[in-house]
């Protein structure tokens, strides 16, 4: 899947993205955030920014070394659509719960949203270790987010 400028592609796919996310996030999504009882573990409104830069630098990263590869390799293809994939459905979090205030929702969506994640996972492994390395921090960062999700909910939930 060799790409004329995959560089220039993996940024206007990450631009699109961040772009989505913040329109189905709604206005001030951590104002919303605010107004939740929200778990001790919560990182401060700063510290959500820098996860999101380095969410994105990490798919970023990541989609330009599979759209560099030289020739068709399998997995290529796969690894890509579910990088792809992987950015709406963070989107569609977003939509679930900042504009929804879904919390029940939103929970129950880390199902397939850590599915897509480890599938991904593995394809990059199998595909280009590399990219996997770059994508692990990722994959790790989901066990925090999967806890703080469960503990927003349970704390959260009407009486």
Excluded at 88 to 96: D, E, I, Q, R, V
Aim: aromatic letters at 14%; a positive charge; one cysteine or more.
């Amino acid at each position: 899947m060799l790409v004329r400028h995959p560089v220039v592609v993996s940024l206007g796919i990450c631009i699109l993205a961040a772009t989505s996310e913040g329109m189905l996030g709604g206005k001030r999504p951590l104002q919303v955030l605010a107004t939740l009882r929200l778990p001790r573990f919560t990182p401060p409104r700063w510290a959500w920014i820098v996860i999101g830069l380095f969410y994105y630098a990490i798919c970023f990263m990541v989609l330009t070394r599979l759209l560099e590869m030289n020739g068709p390799r399998s997995g290529q293809y796969s690894a890509t659509v579910l990088m792809i994939v992987l950015l709406g459905l963070n989107a569609l979090f977003n939509y679930l719960l900042f504009r929804l205030r879904n919390l029940p929702a939103a929970l129950l969506f880390y199902i397939p949203y850590d599915l897509v994640a480890v599938a991904l996972q593995i394809c990059l492994f199998r595909l280009d270790s590399r990219a996997g390395y770059i994508f692990v921090p990722y994959v790790v960062y989901l066990v925090f987010a999967n806890a703080w999700g469960y503990q927003l909910w349970r704390l959260n939930q009407a009486k």
